[in-house]
């Protein structure tokens, strides 16, 4: 059934590396594994990591994944590659050659984009497959010890796993330890002669906002046994190793595609392969009418900088920015237009989404910005540690910026950290501008 | 240079996450039902009546912002004319909450399972028995049969359904044309593939022929109000499918009464209406009558459930009682089910019945109550799947 043998994998994978070499790409090693669909779909439910470790969740995506491809609904992603040195990438057997050869393509641009992009000089890919295989381990060894079980492993995670995205969302910057902080602060008040921290008070926990609920969390609860402490810790890690993948999406898949669309380019392909490559080239970068397709979008703005600044700038661009800067920096007035973009939002009152803004005159900018809001983990709420009381109460604060929370999750995730912080738990959010206490 | 190796599958890596969703699934499907037992709805339908459930899914919380208008997406609209207030999609009902509140409903993940009574009943009872069901002397006999269970992937050519086959090829189409990857205008065949196909399943059932009968003996006088009968309707409903799920030789014998008692058919003893005065001994005489003509205490597990509201007329409650603690005795069970709240002893009411409180037939059902001898008060629809569970859940026999 295949056109292609593990031959032809290889003679053309040459290729396609001398070109990326070509183009002064610096990317990890590659190891490709060729699997069938139904692990395929078992990569894609685990988020591509094989070693995770085992939660109900995953179960689900992998069923809704399958019913899904067998229904037609959703192909299977042509690429999947982890941030790892060597990176791993799947192949799927199913596919032709010409979807390999754009997968393999592809994978290079993101296999660089990983290695050379700022956001993720603190993932340390080299062990990156270690680490997932031994929380992997260990959240197994505490599902199977007798005195703790599944259940109770599988209550923490659910917590967990309810206020993972509470965490520092600036990659590469080490949270710092109180004991830190406080040094800085006192450094900090005796040199203060603005009698700005005049009221400053060094006692008080954490003395900044601490936007890592699970660090703290694991860090304060003094209730906690050691086991509890590992599994919030190893989602915490997890979040923190998925944060720069978040950040940069768009970036990350525009740049991908550019990629393999200058290298096969090159590849000077035969006739049969390139049909399927354009057909399926095409199929990627199409744009999503009412969504943002990240592919589409950052592929074109990449376009978009080579044509004014050449490649080089590209390159640049890969490396220091992340989803929010590089739109802010390059989506202009006509990328806007020729996009189409528009704002829209729920109307309350007639239960209907209405556009709100759209491309052509003033309106781009709002729609950059309301872009902005919405990439990579701008679209999950903000919430940090205010205060621990001395009574022990936990006061959380969500960092509104305009939009409310909706009430009913929220007031599931309140219940969620209840559980991880049974000394009793204060948050507040505004809702209609009015204060609102859970 | 990359590498390139295949991977060989040792084991289905999603296969224990996999169960573990479906069995919290399965475990919330258990828990609509009990919502759904009660609902209006149900009752009196016949046994391949679909009934849709809904079950809450098992989603993963996490914060997110609400639907407002603070709240604004974006989307792209190459190649069409998009303009300001523009409606898009389709109308959202308005989240239920109440008036005035920013509450939106649960952002739940619902979805809605459709299902038979007959296999609703085999989620609800599985674990529900007839208590007490005695190995009667005779024809008492093992029975392996074949009967139909569902349909699978695969299966034999001549068990193919074709319909079965045909709506999952249409379901497939449908999909398709949905994610765009099949366009219905163009003259492309859209062929049967084999996950379509789909095969009749027959499965060999062992079936204990024990003999049972069960007297359902209703009260359907004046005092029943509508909400009473329909209490006392869904309770035996209930009862009636469970028993027709779980024991293949089962009679089941309709007594409907006033003052006067009248063996009726299923239909009539679900819908009928009436009206009068209640003699709860007319209904157990015709118990014991039929009994006696046809159902002989050494060759059949006799069940009897009673349901009235209760107010029985007073006279004629020794009567009654008399009658129980008869039925008692032959009976495997004996279930007194009284429609109604508990009556506050300490409140005079205005109701004539009051005088006699504490005299009632649930006061002297009392000194019956026994192993085969249960009484159940429903007040509410919630009660009627507690009180079932309580009859049925014990030890599993026969």
Redesign the interface.
Do not use: C
């Given at each position: 059934m295949a056109d292609w043998s593990m031959k032809d994998l290889q003679e053309w994978d040459e290729k396609i590396c001398k070109l990326g070499e070509e183009l002064g790409l610096d990317w990890y090693p590659i190891d490709y594994e060729i699997c069938d669909y139904k692990e395929m779909i078992g990569h894609m439910a685990y988020t591509g990591m094989p070693t995770h470790y085992r939660h109900w969740s995953f179960g689900k995506s992998f069923d809704r994944i399958q019913t899904e491809y067998n229904l037609g609904m959703q192909g299977l992603p042509y690429e999947m590659i982890i941030n790892s040195d060597p990176s791993i990438a799947y192949l799927m057997t199913e596919n032709p050659m010409s979807t390999h050869l754009l997968t393999m393509s592809h994978c290079v641009g993101h296999s660089d984009f990983f290695k050379n992009n700022r956001m993720f000089s603190e993932t340390d890919a080299p062990n990156v497959i270690d680490r997932f295989k031994s929380a992997g381990k260990r959240i197994k060894k505490y599902m199977e010890d007798p005195n703790i079980g599944i259940d109770k492993v599988e209550k923490i995670l659910d917590a967990c796993h309810a206020i993972r995205y509470q965490v520092s969302r600036t990659p590469g910057i080490k949270r710092k330890s109180h004991s830190d902080l406080k040094e800085y602060y006192r450094e900090l008040l005796s040199n203060d002669k603005t009698g700005k921290y005049a009221n400053f008070d060094l006692e008080k926990i954490p003395l900044e906002k601490d936007y890592n609920l699970l660090g703290f969390i694991k860090d304060y609860n003094r209730f906690l046994e050691d086991w509890e402490k590992d599994v919030i810790h190893i989602v915490e890690q997890n979040s923190l190793y998925f944060i720069p993948q978040a950040k940069t999406k768009i970036m990350n898949e525009g740049w991908a595609v550019l990629i393999h669309e200058k290298i096969m380019k090159e590849l000077d392909l035969p006739t049969e392969y390139r049909l399927g490559f354009i057909r399926l080239h095409n199929q990627v970068i199409r744009p999503h009418l009412g969504r943002v397709n990240p592919y589409h979008l950052g592929y074109k703005i990449f376009r978009h900088i080579e044509d004014k600044y050449g490649f080089d700038a590209c390159k640049i661009a890969r490396e220091s920015h992340n989803d929010e800067t590089f739109i802010k920096k390059y989506l202009d007035e006509d990328l806007c237009n020729e996009l189409n973009l528009f704002s829209f939002a729920f109307n309350r009152r007639d239960g209907y989404h209405r556009i709100t803004d759209v491309s052509g005159g003033e309106g781009w900018r709002t729609i950059r910005d309301d872009l902005i809001k919405n990439i990579g983990l701008n679209s999950a709420p903000v919430v940090y540690v205010k205060e621990l009381q001395k009574d022990g109460t936990l006061v959380l604060e969500h960092e509104h910026d305009g939009r409310d929370l909706d009430l009913a999750e929220a007031n599931r995730v309140f219940s969620f950290i209840n559980q991880l912080w049974s000394a009793g738990v204060k948050f507040t959010t505004i809702i209609e501008d009015e204060i609102w206490e859970f | 240079?990359?590498?390139?190796?295949?991977?060989k599958?040792i084991a289905?890596?999603?296969a224990?996450?996999?169960?573990?969703?479906?069995h919290?699934i399965e475990k919330a499907i258990k828990e609509s039902i009990k919502d759904v037992v009660s609902e209006e709805s149900i009752i009196g339908q016949s046994g391949k009546k679909k009934i849709r459930i809904p079950v809450r899914g098992?989603k993963?919380?996490?914060?997110?912002?609400?639907?407002?208008?603070?709240?604004?997406?974006?989307?792209?609209?190459?190649?069409?004319e998009?303009?300001?207030?523009?409606?898009?999609?389709h109308?959202?009902?308005?989240q239920q909450g109440q008036e005035g509140k920013?509450?939106?409903?649960?952002?739940?993940e619902k979805y809605e399972i459709e299902m038979s009574l007959e296999e609703l009943a085999e989620y609800l009872f599985a674990d529900l028995n007839l208590p007490e069901l005695e190995k009667k002397r005779f024809k008492f006999l093992t029975e392996e049969k074949m009967k139909r269970k569902g349909k699978r992937p695969y299966g034999i050519r001549p068990r193919l359904s074709k319909k079965e086959t045909i709506k999952q090829k249409i379901?497939?189409k449908k999909?398709?044309i949905?994610?765009g990857?099949?366009n219905p205008d163009e003259d492309e065949r859209f062929p049967f593939h084999e996950?379509d196909l789909r095969y009749k399943h027959i499965a060999p059932v062992q079936k204990d022929n024990t003999t049972a009968v069960i007297f359902f003996v209703m009260d359907v006088s004046g005092s029943m109000t509508k909400s009473k009968k329909f209490l006392a309707r869904s309770f035996f409903f209930l009862l009636y499918q469970f028993l027709n799920h779980r024991y293949s030789s089962v009679d089941v014998v309709f007594i409907s009464h006033t003052t006067e008692a009248q063996e009726v058919d299923e239909e009539r003893f679900f819908t009928r209406a009436t009206g009068g005065g209640t003699m709860a001994s007319s209904g157990l005489q015709k118990v014991k009558d039929i009994i006696e003509k046809r159902y002989h205490p050494n060759n059949w597990n006799i069940y009897t459930f009673y349901c009235g509201d209760g107010e029985n007329w007073p006279s004629d409650n020794d009567e009654s009682i008399e009658l129980f603690e008869y039925l008692k005795e032959i009976n495997q069970m004996v279930c007194y089910t009284e429609i109604g709240p508990e009556k506050d002893l300490s409140r005079d009411s205005l109701s004539f019945f009051s005088t006699f409180a504490g005299d009632g037939l649930w006061e002297k059902v009392f000194r019956l109550v026994g192993k085969n001898f249960k009484k159940v008060r429903l007040s509410t629809h919630d009660d009627i799947w507690k009180s079932f569970k309580k009859l049925f859940g014990g030890r599993r026999d026969g």
């Open positions: - | 240079m990359s590498t390139f190796k295949e991977h599958t289905d890596r999603a224990s996450d996999r169960s573990r969703h479906r919290k098992i993963e919380h996490s914060f997110v912002y609400g639907s407002n208008e603070n709240n604004k997406k974006v989307g792209s609209a190459q190649g069409k998009v303009s300001k207030g523009q409606r898009i999609g109308k959202r009902k308005q920013p509450g939106d409903k649960p952002g739940e379901r497939r999909a398709a949905k994610a990857v099949y996950s």
